[in-house]
């Protein structure tokens, strides 16, 4: 069968948010003052000028937005992200194909709302639309309203788009009740993975991940990293996460140690550099309290995640806790609800451990260990290593993901 091919962008959000900087304009008071520091294989500079960008706002196109938009979400870039706002502030047209990028774009900013609200006003145009259709199942996942998302999954009844339509009630079916039963389809729809475009073999590679961590299912992560790219922001929070979770921090220390400008990186790189006692830990808690610094100088609030997970990293429990309660009200996949978790459990707040088990209960949202977790009030990165008796080895170093009998990925 044919499947249909069409540019399904930023379907990733699903399972790992990388919030972007973008905020109201911040301006220094001395012409000294260093807001951030660029990498170093950072591109030049694309506009010196306000009129070098003026006079380039007119040969934007709208498909170098969506390049820029899927740059910022690949390669957690922040330029990316606010090249293309500002290409979208510029322009005055309201067709289906800008209101689409604007959406996307305030998802990236995580403006849920907003975004919503414009999926919403694409579907009054057209009810059939399919990425306004994927996009907004996807967001109201990522909110943990799965009954309304898998809604819009069932309006996809284009034979075309069957491929689609399955991915997009896998990742539901995932979280709720049925996380054994849908890797049948999962692995189907990983067969197929090839032959698509790169956005939707990687959104299909991305659900799996999530069931193979909650299922801790080692052979099913093993072929979800041999076959997903590995130089992405999203694989490797993907495959960090699993590593993690096995207690393979000095394999997570390799993975990472190169990618300490990306926020989310950088934080599952401290969480493996503190147990691993590596002297660097300091140096990255540091490196990342400057920039949640100036977020909060810009007042953004799109980093909650990272705020909490910054301040259980630094021993601040109770604002671990405060911070991931407000992340909670903005998004529940996978991450936020173990982040809520450790915050709720470290705290010792019963109250938040309730909350978190009646959702569990609710939804049947499905990662026994975390479960486990929440009954004993005992948690830790390792969530697999004492119900598999997995040590924490140290002794891969780089290199692809093997596996044995004693040494599982």
Same mark, same amino acid.
């Given at each position: 069968?044919?499947?249909?091919?069409?540019?399904?962008?930023?379907?990733?959000?699903?399972?790992?948010?990388?919030?972007?900087?973008?905020?109201?304009?911040?301006?220094?008071?001395?012409?000294?003052?260093?807001?951030?520091?660029?990498?170093?294989?950072?591109?030049?500079?694309?506009?010196?000028?306000?009129?070098?960008?003026?006079?380039?706002?007119?040969?934007?196109?709208?498909?170098?937005?969506?390049?820029?938009?899927?740059?910022?979400?690949?390669?957690?870039?922040?330029?990316? =992200?606010?090249?293309?706002?500002?290409?979208?502030?510029?322009?005055?047209?309201?067709?289906?194909?800008?209101?689409?990028?604007?959406?996307?774009?305030?998802?990236?900013?995580?403006?849920?709302?907003?975004?919503?609200?414009?999926?919403?006003?694409?579907?009054?145009?057209?009810?059939?639309?399919?990425?306004?259709?994927?996009?907004?199942?996807?967001?109201?996942?990522?909110?943990?309203?799965?009954?309304?998302?898998?809604?819009?999954?069932?309006? =996809?009844?284009?034979?075309?788009?069957?491929?689609?339509?399955?991915?997009?009630?896998?990742?539901?079916?995932?979280?709720?009740?049925?996380?054994?039963?849908?890797?049948?389809?999962?692995?189907?729809?990983?067969?197929?993975?090839?032959?698509?475009?790169?956005?939707?073999?990687?959104?299909?590679?991305?659900?799996?991940?999530?069931?193979?961590?909650?299922?801790?299912?080692?052979?099913?992560?093993?072929?979800?990293?041999?076959?997903?790219?590995?130089?992405?922001?999203?694989?490797?929070?993907?495959?960090?996460?699993?590593?993690?979770?096995?207690?393979?921090?000095?394999?997570?220390?390799?993975?990472?140690?190169?990618?300490?400008?990306?926020?989310?990186?950088?934080?599952?790189?401290?969480?493996?550099?503190?147990?691993?006692?590596?002297?660097?830990?300091?140096?990255?808690?540091?490196?990342?309290?400057?920039?949640?610094?100036?977020?909060?100088?810009?007042?953004?609030?799109?980093?909650?995640?990272?705020?909490?997970?910054?301040?259980?990293?630094?021993?601040?429990?109770?604002?671990?806790?405060?911070?991931?309660?407000?992340?909670?009200?903005?998004?529940?996949?996978?991450?936020?609800?173990?982040?809520?978790?450790?915050?709720?459990?470290?705290?010792?707040?019963?109250?938040?451990?309730?909350?978190?088990?009646?959702?569990?209960?609710?939804?049947?949202?499905?990662?026994?260990?975390?479960?486990?977790?929440?009954?004993?009030?005992?948690?830790?990165?390792?969530?697999?290593?004492?119900?598999?008796?997995?040590?924490?080895?140290?002794?891969?170093?780089?290199?692809?993901?093997?596996?044995?009998?004693?040494?599982?990925?």
């Amino acid at each position: 069968m044919h499947w249909i091919q069409f540019p399904i962008k930023l379907l990733l959000l699903i399972f790992v948010s990388i919030p972007l900087i973008h905020a109201a304009p911040f301006i220094p008071t001395d012409d000294q003052q260093i807001l951030a520091v660029l990498p170093e294989d950072s591109p030049p500079a694309r506009y010196l000028t306000s009129a070098d960008f003026a006079s380039d706002t007119s040969k934007n196109s709208l498909e170098q937005t969506s390049q820029l938009l899927e740059r910022a979400y690949l390669q957690g870039d922040p330029r990316a =992200l606010g090249q293309a706002r500002a290409q979208l502030d510029q322009s005055t047209d309201q067709s289906t194909d800008t209101l689409m990028l604007q959406a996307r774009a305030l998802q990236s900013d995580h403006k849920f709302d907003q975004a919503k609200d414009l999926l919403k006003q694409i579907l009054s145009r057209d009810a059939a639309h399919p990425d306004a259709l994927l996009t907004l199942s996807s967001l109201l996942v990522v909110q943990g309203q799965f009954t309304e998302a898998m809604s819009y999954c069932k309006r =996809l009844n284009n034979p075309e788009l069957r491929v689609y339509a399955l991915a997009c009630a896998a990742q539901i079916q995932s979280m709720t009740g049925q996380l054994d039963s849908v890797k049948q389809t999962l692995a189907g729809l990983a067969a197929l993975a090839p032959g698509l475009d790169a956005s939707t073999a990687r959104w299909i590679y991305l659900i799996q991940a999530d069931a193979a961590l909650r299922s801790q299912d080692t052979a099913l992560s093993n072929q979800v990293f041999d076959a997903m790219d590995d130089q992405t922001v999203p694989a490797l929070m993907a495959q960090a996460d699993w590593l993690l979770s096995i207690g393979e921090y000095q394999r997570v220390r390799t993975l990472l140690q190169m990618h300490t400008d990306k926020d989310a990186l950088l934080l599952r790189l401290i969480s493996a550099q503190i147990k691993l006692k590596d002297t660097n830990a300091q140096k990255n808690l540091t490196l990342m309290k400057e920039r949640i610094d100036v977020w909060r100088i810009r007042q953004e609030n799109a980093h909650m995640r990272e705020q909490a997970a910054y301040a259980l990293l630094a021993n601040d429990t109770d604002s671990a806790l405060k911070l991931a309660i407000d992340n909670w009200k903005n998004q529940r996949e996978t991450a936020d609800i173990v982040l809520y978790a450790t915050a709720a459990i470290k705290a010792s707040s019963q109250k938040d451990i309730q909350l978190l088990r009646q959702f569990m209960t609710d939804t049947q949202f499905e990662y026994p260990a975390l479960e486990r977790a929440l009954l004993l009030g005992k948690i830790d990165d390792c969530l697999h290593c004492h119900a598999n008796n997995i040590p924490n080895s140290t002794a891969k170093t780089s290199g692809t993901p093997v596996t044995s009998k004693d040494n599982p990925l």
